[in-house]
């Protein structure tokens, strides 16, 4: 491969990894995440509500 290409290809694959670690970063909610992976009786209950006036 010559080196132009060689260039491309990296710059390419470093701009999806950025991307796709930001996204993750601003995107998900981890503590949600880590709550669904823990045993029953571990779990946090998080109960929203609407009021009514």
């Known amino acids: 491969m010559k080196?132009?290409?060689k260039r491309v290809v990296l710059a390419v694959a470093a701009w999806l990894v950025v991307?796709?670690?930001l996204h993750l970063w601003l995107n998900v909610?981890?503590?949600s995440m880590r709550?669904?992976?823990r045993t029953?009786?571990?779990r946090k209950l998080?109960?929203?509500y609407i009021p009514v006036t």
């Open 3 to 5: 080196t132009q290409t």
């Open 19 to 21: 991307v796709s670690g």
């Open 35 to 37: 709550n669904e992976l």
């Open 29 to 31: 909610d981890w503590s």
């Open 40 to 42: 029953e009786s571990e």
């Open 46 to 48: 998080n109960v929203a």
